[in-house]
């Protein structure tokens, strides 16, 4: 099952163990659990503070518990936690044991503060890359506290709980047996969710605080240039994002990155933010900017309101707030959200295991998604909008040499289908013939590129009319003292790499700002 590579390195993990635990297995006749059953022993074999047991009780089968000895198990796996899932089974071995998580002493102590019964279940696939950080946070929280309860289930394994819960994306997670979240969360949005009282707690806080000399409003890999790059010139510099990493955590593989020949998103956002906090930089996650009040309007600072109630004042200004998938904004796309229609084929394609699905979108997004969900999926149908496909021609002949691809141009999709509950079809029309058609699937993956995160900036600087903030040559807006960087602006070639060297540039700007202005 393990490799001897893995077992040497889980074994150093191991001696990090701080009071025995127990595995406790519920198996049954199959093959996955016969190599659950490998699996746990191998553990077991590496460590004498590491037990196994065959005799749970849990119906859902193959599935084992992690419990310290002589305690009732609150870290449940139902399937092998291998793939991406293996790091979560780490470090559930090492928390339950009373290893310490790496979270600081506050968060640690509003985590065994809470008071009540959550008993979260969340549905993975393996090859999902959001999923671990789900399981991980829950994880961490039953560890912590002994009200809280988590369960790692594979979908691909549990097909008949999937279909009935009527899940079609992942990571799907329940509390109490209830919808409690969909994609990818963090252990802090986890609780300011079951901890109602700390988002207005946080909120007061964060309105105390003394203005900023540049203050950057979004997280992702403009955000983060830009808050380095400010911080490197020793002035006040804080930055506030809705989730530290933005589009990046979405991105599975990374290859034209330079100087790094292979990457993933979650990896590379969790180095930015790193590299981030290595400078004195007040980073304030989990905070959605909902308003900007330019200095101009009122004198003084710029103020940026944010959803909490909260208000941060700031010398200059930093606009890095990304981007976000579009949709087609046709008739039932809203309604079979999450049932369905997805956006991400490397999540929430294992789910569709031999069933029909479409890519909407013929660039390079959507002939690689087309071509990873071939070789999962019973028949894919590429739909775009042209008269020809825009991907790179390498992708194009891969694409055409899969046997169960179809490929249609000219077709313009006008309505999502669906019984109620979840999807059943589309509808597209012929751009040539005018002729509408309707094609039978069990989902629909949207690539067809991003819109800009910038609603909530149209009275604060100038948008084009495509809703990018215009920018000149040195990052400025069309606000004195608001510059502008990344996914969100004019500047064409969306692309990781340009994005952070025009962080670079907006800060500079912003800097050379505030020794002209003498603000």
Excluded at 5 to 22: C, G, M, W
Excluded at 364 to 370: F, H, I, R
Excluded at 390 to 412: C, E, F, G
Aim: charged share 20%; aromatic share 6%; proline share 4%.
């Amino acid at each position: 099952m393990l490799d001897s590579a893995i077992q040497a390195q889980l074994k150093t993990y191991l001696e990090r163990l701080v009071s025995p635990i127990e595995l406790i297995a519920s198996l049954d006749d199959s093959a996955a659990s016969q190599e659950m059953r490998q699996l746990l022993r191998q553990i077991a074999e590496l460590s004498n503070k590491v037990s196994v047991r065959e005799n749970g009780n849990n119906p859902r089968r193959p599935s084992f518990a992690i419990a310290r000895e002589g305690e009732a198990p609150r870290v449940h796996f139902a399937g092998l936690p291998m793939g991406h899932e293996f790091t979560s089974l780490v470090l559930a071995l090492l928390q339950v044991s009373r290893y310490a998580p790496k979270l600081d002493e506050n968060v640690i102590a509003q985590i065994k503060a809470i008071e009540g019964n959550f008993r979260f279940e969340t549905f993975v696939s393996l090859s999902c890359h959001n999923c671990p950080d789900v399981v991980q946070a829950l994880n961490t929280l039953a560890a912590l506290n002994p009200n809280f309860e988590a369960t790692m289930i594979d979908g691909a394994l549990f097909q008949a709980e999937v279909e009935a819960r009527q899940i079609m994306g992942v990571p799907a997670i329940f509390l109490n047996g209830q919808p409690f979240g969909q994609g990818r969360m963090s252990l802090e949005e986890i609780l300011a969710k079951v901890d109602t009282g700390a988002a207005a707690r946080e909120a007061e806080k964060l309105s105390q605080k003394a203005a900023f000399d540049v203050l950057v409003v979004g997280g992702g890999p403009a955000g983060a240039s830009a808050a380095i790059y400010a911080a490197r010139k020793g002035i006040r510099v804080g930055v506030v994002a809705d989730r530290f990493g933005g589009q990046v955590l979405d991105t599975l593989g990374i290859e034209n990155f330079i100087s790094v020949k292979a990457t993933e998103g979650p990896k590379l956002a969790a180095g930015l933010e790193q590299h981030v906090r290595d400078y004195e930089v007040d980073i304030m996650n989990l905070q959605r900017a909902v308003g900007v009040l330019p200095a101009e309007q009122q004198g003084g600072l710029h103020e940026v309101r944010l959803a909490s109630g909260a208000t941060l004042k700031s010398r200059a200004l930093i606009l890095a707030t990304g981007a976000r998938w579009r949709e087609m904004n046709v008739p039932g796309e809203a309604e079979y959200k999450t049932r369905g229609v997805a956006f991400c084929p490397h999540c929430d394609g294992p789910l569709f295991k031999g069933k029909r699905v479409a890519v909407i979108g013929g660039g390079n997004s959507g002939v690689e998604a087309a071509i990873d969900l071939a070789g999962i999926v019973s028949h894919v149908t590429l739909l775009e909008f042209g008269d020809a496909m825009r991907a790179d021609a390498v992708l194009q002949q891969k694409l055409r040499s899969l046997p169960n691809v179809t490929v249609i141009l000219q077709a313009q999709t006008t309505e999502v289908t669906g019984d109620g509950q979840k999807v059943n079809g589309l509808r597209y029309k012929d751009r040539v013939s005018g002729t509408e058609h309707h094609i039978a699937l069990e989902g629909i993956f949207v690539q067809i590129g991003l819109l800009p995160n910038t609603d909530f900036l149209k009275e604060a600087v100038k948008l084009s009319p495509r809703g990018e903030i215009e920018i000149d040559e040195r990052g400025e807006t069309s606000t004195p003292g608001i510059f502008a960087a990344g996914d969100a602006t004019t500047v064409p070639f969306k692309q990781i790499i340009i994005a952070m060297g025009e962080g670079a540039k907006a800060s500079l700007g912003a800097f050379d700002y505030l020794i002209r202005s003498g603000r």
